[in-house]
């Protein structure tokens, strides 16, 4: 199985020890699930916790993120996620990572709902899902 996860569900996972995207996290470090990040990714990642949260330890944060995902190469571009471009790095990164889930808290990715059989869902729903597996 192959995931990647939105900037808002990393910076979850990363910051609140007792938030949905961090059990999850938990549970697919656990059962070495493959978590796929891309350059595009970790930029954004940089600029949210610079932008939001300028008190969090940023380095130590990026380098956990590094550790626990596979880096991947994004080649393809693409422009699927209208009202939000920017969100479309996400999907660059499944797309590359041939993943089977993204998991996100974004509206607009949760509104495509699937896409090029890469599904699109919360933390929750994938905990849910992931706890019929393991």
Request: glycine share 0%; with cysteine; aromatic share 10%.
């Amino acid at each position: 199985m192959k995931i990647v996860f939105d900037t808002n569900v990393w910076i979850s996972a990363m910051l609140w020890n007792r938030s949905v995207a961090n059990k999850l996290f938990k549970l697919l470090l656990e059962h070495e699930v493959s978590i796929y990040t891309s350059y595009e990714l970790l930029v954004e990642c940089k600029k949210v916790l610079e932008r939001d949260f300028p008190e969090s330890n940023m380095k130590e944060i990026l380098n956990e993120l590094l550790e626990s995902s596979v880096y991947i190469q994004v080649y393809d571009k693409v422009d699927v996620v209208a009202n939000d471009k920017s969100d479309n790095i996400i999907i660059e990164c499944a797309l590359a990572a041939s993943a089977d889930f993204i998991i996100s808290y974004d509206k607009h990715l949760l509104n495509i709902v699937e896409y090029r059989n890469i599904r699109v869902i919360t933390p929750e729903r994938a905990l849910r899902l992931l706890s019929l597996f393991f």
